[in-house]
């Protein structure tokens, strides 16, 4: 028995009269002869070798989530591994407000019939800006290694120069980033990317910074704290030696930290930038990712965003309303004129961002960076007691500790693998990376982890170890 | 038709600050004491950041509100080039589950295997789509998989030893600006070649621009105007035999999908947008995906680690040195690459197929209906023949005649629950362009009531212009007024600009709170 062709449940039109309905106003038959315009030998005769379609949302339900139980999350797990993906508490009402069908669908909208939208944004940038101390924020970009490179340009730009410092031990993946960013097909104006000496917790040896530094650097970039761990002490020291040679001084944070660390304003910073995955988006192995791009609130600055900027306004009727400012500088206003480019970004993250900030308020932000500097160093100094284990830096950490295995005689790799047997994710392999720690793994530790995991991780290795 | 009696909400929600009460929490954290010295003295903070203090009930009913005073979907959104679909929720809601939502982009590939899985299905799906050899989804949206494609030339002609010769991408002016973006960021001189009469550059324009400094050519097609370049080939052929990488922006892909793939008219490399043509929604403006494609022989050079199927289970392979190296950390937004498995699952290649013939009979019924009303005209009009899947108007006409602009009639038609349309990219290649794309999901009765809005505003424009130069009059708040926010004494992009600058002479009259 022969079946009519069903209407997919996606399309409305594809009910076979609909269709033929339509084609009838159009004096066709059949759809073909709208592709006129396409030459005969360009078209596509074949088997698009696509897999048996599963219209069914029941068959497709099961076949999706068979494949999703092949996953065993972090969240489920007994996990340690940060390095700029972090796994922090996401609160319910944040989960909600991004899952508005309102939130999650729109393209672009008007001022006035999404203004609810863009006051979100705005009140993201209000809040990340009181967070930094800053009173410009961009809206967002893909990443935290995307802004670094952004911001770096800014500075090539902003000083005419093309060298940056950066600390030797940064996060491989943001600085593989930030080379392509700083690269470029004339040679004359690629952007030289120049490592600084760190200590063992990615602190800046600031000897060697003022000896590096010269009137050829546009930049400084430098992260507090570090992606291993350590709270920059010296940041007035590294924007001072910016200050001397003529060069900005960009520093890349974790807003997690700026309720209990000084924000970037406090030290003078010119530019900041980081990531606003930990401010309530989930990891969603790396989905959850977005960066920022902030500064003081100078011409000079603003005039080299390539962010989109998002400005409180009002209406003709003197309302409240939100509208973009220095448009023309962006890629859409000027194409290859304009600064860098945009475009489709991390906005919907924005509006949890927002929500998340004003859940916590100040206090909440207080709270959450001293629980997690108590947290971090509580694990470094239950860690140091372990066996084979040699934490470098216990103290003035937040988040990531350096945990040296090489005593052990025993790689990351194996050490790994035996605590994935014990469903604990250790850390972030460094051995690869950083050959000259040895063997040696960042764990990572958040306001999720209570003591007794911290306890359970540390046996754990003690067994491992044995 | 009867149209609705829409009106937007009006919460008049004051901007968050406002609404700060001292004392109040939203969000507790277990007590705990730091030893001393854990935070230095001199890297403390001083003053607690300027946050607003709010209680959880009231916090989320307020971006409720701001929810309902966004208009996203619920009305009807042609927006073109930006091809409004469906989102399924199936997929939606899966994403947000523990197995998708709780996966550290660091963990080892043995516990992420279903996550690999999706990555190499979907790897498949697009390469049965295009033609293409291999798929990464790194870049974080359309404009990065152009960038990604920067990079790659960057890399090969580097490779060859013919980096310092390839200066120039090549381009068109009706390319979306991410092309000739991307291509000066990346250190590449523009050539921008300007169209023919045809409404795509000549051939012979083309030969002009190629040389060996030709180092790519970064292209779409169709272009936002629904006209497709039917010597495409032949260009592919004149930049390849140059020494030249071909690159396919396929932003506009759901006219022609199934009907042609990139690699068989020769190019080197395509980008599919998963936020555009594969249902992942739109969030306003990501988190996206582009995804990017080229052939084997470009594969060495594509940003890593890529996944691989190794016999019954999947690794990470890294990329030899020399390649991009990464456009942004680790693999991509993957929870949006599994959203788009989901739906390409959904559809099939038949309802592929569909979707694309659907896309393009909409396109060419309103197209027939819109050109019936009075001051609508399309861009070529003595080109003959169906477009595809949109075509680019002009209201050129409605504007000489009445003063009435495509911005004003934008504005108007969302006082009756339609989202703005698309205007266009710059440069303006026809005056008071604007350029709606049906798509598949929209039924004919939404278009139908599209038009029919169109139809009313372009009435009430030649009737009560007033009424539409003053609109809109049914949404949250009326437009902007002319203040200039490239005033640095005016704008604020923050909470703190703003209290500064509130009392400067000029400044605002609105009180945000």
Same mark, same amino acid.
């Given at each position: 028995?022969?079946?009519?062709?069903?209407?997919?449940?996606?399309?409305?039109?594809?009910?076979?009269?609909?269709?033929?309905?339509?084609?009838?106003?159009?004096?066709?038959?059949?759809?073909?002869?709208?592709?006129?315009?396409?030459?005969?030998?360009?078209?596509?005769?074949?088997?698009?070798?696509?897999?048996?379609?599963?219209?069914?949302?029941?068959?497709?339900?099961?076949?999706?989530?068979?494949?999703?139980?092949?996953?065993?999350?972090?969240?489920?797990?007994?996990? /340690?591994?940060?390095?700029?993906?972090?796994?922090?508490?996401?609160?319910?009402?944040?989960?909600?407000?991004?899952?508005?069908?309102? $939130?999650?669908?729109?393209?672009?909208?008007?001022?006035?019939?999404?203004?609810?939208?863009?006051?979100?944004?705005?009140?993201?940038?209000?809040?990340?800006?009181?967070?930094?101390?800053?009173?410009?924020?961009?809206?967002?970009?893909?990443?935290?290694?995307?802004?670094?490179?952004?911001?770096?340009?800014?500075?090539?730009?902003?000083?005419?120069?093309?060298?940056?410092?950066?600390?030797?031990?940064?996060?491989?993946?943001?600085?593989?980033?930030?080379?392509?960013?700083?690269?470029?097909?004339?040679?004359?104006?690629?952007?030289?990317?120049?490592?600084?000496?760190?200590?063992?917790?990615?602190?800046?040896?600031?000897?060697?910074?003022?000896?590096?530094?010269?009137?050829?650097?546009?930049?400084?970039? /430098?992260?507090?704290?570090?992606?291993?761990?350590?709270?920059?002490?010296?940041?007035?020291?590294?924007?001072?030696?910016?200050?001397?040679?003529?060069?900005?001084?960009?520093?890349?944070?974790?807003?997690?930290?700026?309720?209990?660390?000084?924000?970037?304003?406090?030290?003078?910073?010119?530019?900041?930038?980081?990531?606003?995955?930990?401010?309530?988006?989930?990891?969603?192995?790396?989905?959850?990712?977005?960066? $920022?791009?902030?500064?003081?609130?100078?011409?000079?600055?603003?005039?080299?965003?390539?962010?989109?900027?998002?400005?409180?306004?009002?209406?003709?009727?003197?309302?409240?309303? /939100?509208?973009?400012?220095?448009?023309?500088?962006?890629?859409?206003?000027?194409?290859?004129?304009?600064?860098?480019?945009?475009?489709?970004?991390?906005?919907?993250?924005?509006?949890?961002?927002?929500?998340?900030?004003?859940?916590?308020?100040?206090?909440? $932000?207080?709270?959450?960076?001293?629980?997690?500097?108590?947290?971090?160093?509580?694990?470094?100094?239950?860690?140091?007691?372990?066996?084979?284990?040699?934490?470098?830096?216990?103290?003035?950490?937040?988040?990531?500790?350096?945990?040296?295995?090489?005593?052990?005689?025993?790689?990351?790799?194996?050490?790994?693998?035996?605590?994935?047997?014990?469903?604990?994710?250790?850390?972030?392999?460094?051995?690869?990376?950083?050959?000259? /720690?040895?063997?040696?793994?960042?764990?990572?530790?958040?306001?999720?982890?209570?003591?007794?995991?911290?306890?359970? $991780?540390?046996?754990?290795?003690?067994?491992?170890?044995? | 038709?009867?149209?609705?009696?829409?009106?937007?909400?009006?919460?008049?929600?004051?901007?968050?600050?406002?609404?700060?009460?001292?004392?109040?929490?939203?969000?507790?954290?277990?007590? =705990?004491?730091?030893?001393?010295?854990?935070?230095?003295?001199?890297?403390?903070?001083?003053?607690?950041?300027?946050?607003?203090?709010?209680?959880?009930?009231?916090?989320?009913?307020?971006?409720?509100?701001?929810?309902?005073?966004?208009?996203?979907?619920?009305?009807?959104?042609?927006?073109?080039?930006?091809?409004?679909?469906?989102?399924?929720?199936?997929?939606?809601?899966?994403?947000?589950?523990?197995?998708?939502?709780?996966?550290?982009?660091?963990?080892?590939?043995?516990?992420?295997?279903?996550?690999?899985?999706?990555?190499?299905?979907?790897?498949?799906?697009?390469?049965?789509?295009?033609?293409?050899?291999?798929?990464?989804?790194?870049?974080?949206?359309?404009?990065?998989?152009?960038?990604?494609?920067?990079?790659?030339?960057?890399?090969?002609?580097?490779?060859?030893?013919?980096?310092?010769?390839?200066?120039?991408?090549?381009?068109?002016?009706?390319?979306?600006?991410?092309?000739?973006?991307?291509?000066?960021?990346?250190?590449?001189?523009?050539?921008?070649?300007?169209?023919?009469?045809?409404?795509?550059?000549?051939?012979?324009?083309?030969? =002009?621009?190629?040389?060996?400094?030709?180092?790519?050519?970064?292209?779409?097609?169709?272009?936002?105007?629904?006209?497709?370049?039917?010597?495409?080939?032949?260009?592919?052929?004149?930049?390849?035999?140059?020494?030249?990488?071909?690159?396919?922006?396929?932003?506009?892909?759901?006219?022609?999908?199934?009907?042609?793939?990139?690699?068989?008219?020769?190019?080197?490399?395509?980008?599919?947008?998963?936020?555009?043509?594969?249902?992942?929604?739109?969030?306003?403006?990501?988190?996206?995906?582009?995804?990017?494609?080229?052939?084997?022989?470009?594969?060495?050079?594509?940003?890593?680690?890529?996944?691989?199927?190794?016999?019954?289970?999947?690794?990470?392979?890294?990329?030899?040195?020399?390649?991009?190296?990464?456009?942004?950390?680790?693999?991509?937004?993957?929870?949006?690459?599994?959203?788009?498995?989901?739906?390409?699952?959904?559809?099939?290649?038949?309802?592929?197929?569909?979707?694309?013939?659907?896309?393009?009979?909409?396109?060419?019924?309103?197209?027939?209906?819109?050109?019936?009303?009075?001051?609508?005209?399309?861009?070529?009009?003595?080109?003959?023949?169906?477009?595809?899947?949109?075509?680019?108007?002009?209201?050129?006409?409605?504007?000489?005649?009445?003063?009435?602009?495509?911005?004003?009639?934008?504005?108007?038609?969302?006082?009756?629950?339609?989202?703005?349309?698309?205007?266009?990219?710059?440069?303006?290649?026809?005056?008071?362009?604007?350029?709606?794309?049906?798509?598949?999901?929209?039924?004919?009765?939404?278009?139908?009531?599209?038009?029919?809005?169109?139809?009313?505003?372009?009435?009430?424009?030649?009737?009560?212009?007033?009424?539409?130069?003053?609109?809109?009059?049914?949404?949250?708040?009326?437009?902007?007024?002319?203040?200039?926010?490239?005033?640095?004494?005016?704008?604020?992009?923050?909470?703190?600009?703003?209290?500064?600058?509130?009392?400067?002479?000029?400044?605002?009259?609105?009180? =945000?709170?």
């Amino acid at each position: 028995m022969s079946r009519e062709r069903r209407a997919h449940p996606y399309m409305p039109n594809s009910a076979p009269a609909l269709k033929a309905a339509l084609l009838e106003e159009l004096g066709l038959q059949d759809a073909e002869p709208l592709f006129g315009q396409i030459p005969p030998d360009h078209r596509f005769r074949g088997h698009l070798g696509q897999p048996p379609a599963l219209s069914s949302e029941a068959q497709l339900s099961r076949h999706l989530r068979s494949l999703l139980a092949q996953n065993r999350p972090a969240t489920q797990a007994l996990s /340690f591994l940060g390095g700029g993906c972090w796994q922090h508490h996401v609160p319910a009402v944040v989960d909600e407000i991004v899952g508005r069908a309102e $939130f999650m669908t729109p393209v672009w909208g008007t001022p006035s019939s999404d203004l609810g939208r863009n006051q979100a944004w705005w009140e993201f940038t209000s809040q990340l800006g009181a967070l930094l101390d800053l009173e410009l924020v961009g809206l967002p970009v893909y990443s935290w290694g995307c802004a670094a490179g952004h911001a770096l340009r800014m500075a090539a730009r902003l000083t005419g120069r093309r060298r940056v410092l950066v600390p030797a031990r940064m996060c491989p993946e943001r600085r593989a980033v930030i080379a392509s960013y700083c690269g470029s097909a004339d040679r004359h104006s690629a952007i030289e990317i120049a490592s600084v000496a760190c200590d063992p917790a990615g602190r800046l040896d600031l000897d060697a910074l003022a000896a590096a530094a010269g009137t050829s650097v546009a930049a400084i970039y /430098f992260e507090n704290p570090a992606y291993l761990g350590g709270l920059e002490t010296g940041a007035l020291d590294v924007v001072a030696i910016a200050r001397r040679v003529g060069a900005e001084a960009i520093v890349g944070v974790d807003p997690s930290s700026l309720g209990v660390i000084a924000p970037p304003g406090a030290y003078g910073a010119d530019i900041a930038v980081g990531t606003i995955q930990p401010l309530g988006i989930h990891m969603a192995a790396g989905g959850g990712l977005g960066g $920022f791009i902030a500064s003081r609130d100078e011409p000079r600055y603003a005039a080299e965003y390539p962010t989109l900027l998002n400005s409180i306004a009002e209406t003709v009727d003197g309302q409240t309303s /939100f509208g973009l400012m220095l448009f023309h500088q962006s890629s859409y206003g000027s194409r290859e004129l304009g600064k860098d480019w945009t475009g489709n970004s991390t906005y919907l993250w924005a509006v949890g961002a927002s929500a998340y900030m004003a859940l916590l308020g100040p206090t909440g $932000f207080q709270e959450l960076g001293t629980l997690i500097a108590a947290r971090t160093h509580q694990a470094a100094a239950r860690l140091a007691r372990v066996p084979g284990v040699r934490v470098p830096t216990q103290t003035a950490i937040f988040k990531e500790i350096l945990v040296d295995l090489t005593p052990s005689g025993r790689t990351v790799a194996e050490v790994d693998k035996a605590l994935r047997a014990r469903g604990i994710y250790g850390g972030i392999d460094l051995s690869r990376t950083f050959p000259d /720690f040895g063997h040696a793994m960042l764990s990572c530790v958040t306001e999720v982890h209570e003591p007794e995991d911290i306890e359970a $991780f540390a046996v754990a290795l003690e067994e491992v170890l044995a | 038709m009867t149209l609705r009696r829409y009106h937007a909400a009006v919460w008049d929600e004051p901007v968050i600050h406002a609404l700060s009460v001292p004392g109040r929490r939203g969000q507790h954290f277990e007590s =705990a004491d730091p030893p001393a010295g854990a935070i230095p003295r001199a890297l403390r903070r001083a003053a607690p950041p300027e946050l607003p203090e709010m209680s959880e009930p009231d916090l989320l009913r307020h971006y409720l509100r701001l929810s309902q005073q966004t208009m996203g979907m619920m009305g009807v959104s042609l927006f073109g080039t930006c091809t409004m679909k469906y989102n399924p929720r199936l997929g939606e809601r899966l994403a947000t589950e523990p197995e998708i939502a709780g996966l550290h982009p660091a963990q080892h590939p043995d516990t992420i295997q279903g996550l690999l899985a999706i990555v190499h299905g979907f790897d498949t799906i697009l390469r049965g789509l295009s033609g293409m050899n291999r798929f990464v989804f790194q870049a974080a949206g359309g404009a990065d998989a152009a960038y990604t494609h920067v990079c790659l030339t960057r890399a090969y002609h580097a490779a060859r030893g013919e980096g310092d010769r390839r200066t120039q991408i090549i381009t068109s002016l009706q390319s979306h600006p991410c092309n000739p973006a991307t291509a000066a960021t990346g250190g590449y001189e523009v050539v921008t070649l300007p169209l023919g009469p045809n409404g795509y550059p000549t051939l012979d324009a083309l030969k =002009a621009a190629v040389s060996d400094q030709t180092a790519a050519l970064m292209i779409n097609n169709p272009d936002d105007m629904g006209v497709y370049n039917p010597e495409i080939a032949e260009w592919v052929r004149v930049v390849k035999s140059a020494g030249g990488l071909a690159f396919y922006d396929h932003a506009n892909f759901n006219g022609v999908m199934s009907k042609i793939r990139a690699r068989d008219l020769g190019f080197d490399a395509c980008m599919f947008m998963l936020h555009k043509t594969f249902g992942v929604a739109k969030g306003g403006g990501g988190p996206a995906v582009g995804a990017y494609g080229c052939s084997e022989a470009l594969a060495p050079f594509l940003p890593g680690p890529l996944v691989v199927e190794d016999g019954s289970r999947y690794v990470l392979v890294e990329q030899p040195v020399g390649g991009v190296g990464k456009v942004r950390e680790y693999l991509g937004n993957l929870h949006q690459v599994f959203k788009a498995y989901a739906w390409a699952r959904a559809m099939g290649a038949e309802g592929i197929a569909e979707a694309s013939d659907t896309s393009v009979i909409l396109n060419n019924y309103m197209e027939k209906r819109l050109l019936a009303i009075r001051g609508v005209s399309r861009s070529h009009p003595d080109q003959p023949g169906w477009r595809l899947e949109m075509t680019r108007y002009s209201l050129g006409q409605l504007f000489e005649e009445t003063g009435v602009s495509a911005v004003d009639v934008q504005n108007r038609m969302a006082d009756f629950g339609i989202d703005a349309f698309w205007l266009s990219h710059e440069p303006w290649i026809v005056p008071q362009p604007f350029t709606p794309e049906a798509g598949e999901m929209w039924s004919r009765e939404d278009i139908d009531y599209w038009i029919e809005v169109l139809a009313h505003v372009v009435d009430e424009a030649y009737r009560t212009p007033e009424i539409v130069k003053t609109a809109p009059h049914q949404q949250v708040v009326r437009k902007l007024s002319d203040r200039n926010l490239d005033d640095p004494e005016v704008w604020a992009t923050t909470w703190a600009a703003y209290c500064r600058k509130r009392n400067s002479p000029g400044r605002f009259t609105a009180a =945000a709170e």
